[in-house]
């Protein structure tokens, strides 16, 4: 979890804290935070519904197992301050799926191979599909690809979308996309040839190529992509890149604007 400075992180001693499912966080000369990660072995919050421990909610609530929350115990919030100061929290999570040999992590984002499979693989926020539904070996080589480019994503799903648009939207982020095997599995190629390009020199040219401007109708000569910096905690930023060539060959502007809400790095945008 990243934070102000003014947090300390202190992992507590109690034996509910064994497998990591909840996290104590001291804030100095405020109170103390209380994280719980949303695993599927955590247990409800005490503070919530005992009121020996201090002041109950009124209801009795679930773990909310599989959900990340806080609870605040007797925060302070500042002199002569009635409501709740805006709190905010910027946590990840990495999927590392059994097939894989790559990092989890990639300069603080996912590998988008394991969040395709992870999405879709997932009992509570996907379809829950086995991975004989698969195909393994693009699986495989997604990932390393990724990982070569040094290319990851932070997916955030704020709202409702099929498998479909959300394999759709993935895709669109690497250039990739979906399909179906002659087995009948799930898999996602790169648009892009993995392979090197081969080079024709000018002495195996029959003639001197001939440019056909409308050829060149739907090439863009600038291209903005609209992304979520990092940087900048996670603000939204834009990328420009210029064509110039292309500008001279069509004689005016052609530019697009890219939605790229889950790439966070400038030199991926």
Known sequence: MRGHSEIKRGIAQGADNVVND??????????IVRIYWGTET??????????????PSGQDHPAYRGTCYAVFNALYFGRDRTNAPNIEFTIARYPVPSWTVEASSISGDANPAHIFYDLLASTRAGLGLAYARFDPDELVDLADDMDDDGFGLSVVLNRVMTARQFLVQLSEHFDGYFGINKSGQ????????????????????????????GDWAEVRTRTRVVYMNSGRFWKEDAMTWRDPASFQILGENSPITLQRPWITRQTIA
């Open 186 to 213: 799930i898999r996602i190629k790169l648009i892009r040839d993995s392979g090197s390009v081969t080079a024709v020199a000018e002495a195996q040219l029959v003639d001197e190529p001939q440019i056909d401007i």
């Open 42 to 55: 955590q247990a409800a919050d005490p503070h919530l519904n005992d009121a020996t421990l201090g002041m």
């Open 22 to 31: 909840n996290e104590w966080i001291t804030i100095e000369g405020k109170g």
